[in-house]
């Protein structure tokens, strides 16, 4: 039986989730066994925001101009080189390949998830959500694969990052005789003035941004913060205790975004609402485990943090995809929503003057803040539903290129 062609595509977005979040496991490695500081790690995994955001609004621009193949595979070389370059060892280029390694995940996750759809004969829906499993499946990937190597073959510093590019050149392999799909040209101006709508709507930034900090920011507090603090619990097994926890974070975010789907409410904001409501309760049983120094809790809040984060990301998506402001805005959606990756960093920067207890419940208050100003505009500044006009134009094959759910797809995602 011949495989689908799509499977290719979804292998390399697999593969590029993957490198996204190796590090994530193999942080405790380097903790133990360099001289580097906790706060110069939380700002290695947060560098990766800096190369994410110009690779997702690059990406589609790019498979525009040049061909979903040629962008995806220009990424997926990309990030094996990243990997290598981790894989020395060195601080400067642990910078320098997590720099990468987000641009390489920018442009593989949206190019990525077009060239699937458009490979695919299965209805949008169907391509929608078989990208958001192979994003997640890739980022849970990353993280257990690399707790394991790290865990029980030597020299985990360097093993797991080359596992990775060898992945990489294997994608990179099965992707060579894939069919590009037909490029689709819009005027250079169309990407700027949809993410111009998107920005001055009022439900945008009144509904979408004050939950956009709570997605990534609930998947890292999940398997970034918490697993170190409980380090002492679990001595000798860090690394795979970390790639566990990131898994299982993941694996609920995946599990839980098909439920924001029945949440949401085209007159409401309830899908946000209720999704921000359990992002600010694992954020309370984070501060427990933190001040119990309790694995069993770690665990617990993983899971109501990852339920929180697939929420609230397949929320913000329904709000966005109503703006009808195009695939371009959904990516400046997922910009924002990267901002999360700066929660670690910003909590190991202050862990001197406040206890990681008092932190999360610190960031739990300013979650409730932001969860009234979305209350406020629950039923505010609702979009009109589109033109009879505007849904036929959307279904020319030439528009059908460059639907709302590919931009969806890709961020199903998390680091």
């Not at 694969?145 to 029980?152: C, D, F, K, M, R």
């Amino acid at each position: 039986m011949q495989a689908p062609r799509w499977l290719p595509a979804a292998a390399a977005v697999a593969v590029a989730a993957w490198g996204a979040n190796q590090f994530t496991a193999l942080a405790t490695v380097y903790r133990a066994r360099t001289d580097w500081s906790a706060l110069a790690l939380a700002a290695m995994f947060s560098v990766y925001l800096l190369g994410l955001a110009p690779g997702l609004l690059l990406a589609g621009p790019a498979a525009d101009r040049f061909g979903r193949r040629r962008t995806v595979r220009a990424g997926l070389a990309l990030s094996a080189a990243a990997s290598l370059l981790l894989a020395t060892g060195h601080e400067g280029a642990g910078y320098a390949s997590r720099l990468a390694t987000g641009f390489a995940a920018g442009l593989v996750f949206l190019a990525g998830a077009t060239w699937m759809r458009e490979l695919s004969t299965a209805p949008p829906q169907v391509s929608s959500r078989r990208a958001m499993y192979a994003t997640g499946t890739g980022f849970a990937a990353g993280a257990l694969a690399s707790g394991v190597l790290a865990e029980w073959l030597p020299d985990p510093m360097t093993v797991p990052a080359l596992a990775h590019a060898a992945a990489c050149l294997l994608v990179l392999r099965a992707t060579r005789d894939v069919p590009d799909t037909a490029a689709v040209r819009p005027p250079p101006s169309s990407h700027v003035e949809a993410h111009r709508a998107a920005v001055t709507h009022p439900r945008f930034r009144f509904v979408v941004l004050p939950a956009a900090p709570a997605v990534l920011g609930a998947a890292t507090v999940a398997y970034v913060v918490l697993p170190p603090l409980v380090a002492d619990r679990t001595p000798g097994y860090a690394p795979l205790f970390g790639g566990l926890v990131a898994a299982l974070t993941l694996t609920a975010g995946v599990v839980a975004q098909p439920f924001a789907a029945r949440l949401d409410d085209a007159h409401s904001a309830r899908a946000t609402l209720g999704a921000m409501a359990v992002v600010i309760a694992g954020l309370l049983v984070g501060a427990l485990a933190a001040a119990r120094d309790s694995v069993a809790l770690v665990v617990v809040a993983a899971v109501v943090l990852g339920t929180g984060y697939g929420l609230t990301l397949g929320a913000g998506l329904h709000e966005v995809e109503r703006l009808h402001c195009g695939p371009s805005s959904a990516s400046l959606y997922q910009t924002t929503v990267s901002g999360g990756f700066l929660t670690p960093l910003l909590l190991t920067g202050t862990a001197d003057h406040a206890s990681y207890p008092a932190l999360l419940v610190a960031m739990a208050v300013i979650g409730l803040l932001c969860l009234g100003v979305t209350a406020a505009h629950s039923r505010r500044h609702l979009p009109e539903p589109p033109k009879r006009e505007d849904a036929s134009v959307q279904s020319t094959p030439a528009q059908a290129t460059q639907a709302t759910p590919t931009a969806r797809s890709h961020h199903r995602w998390a680091e």
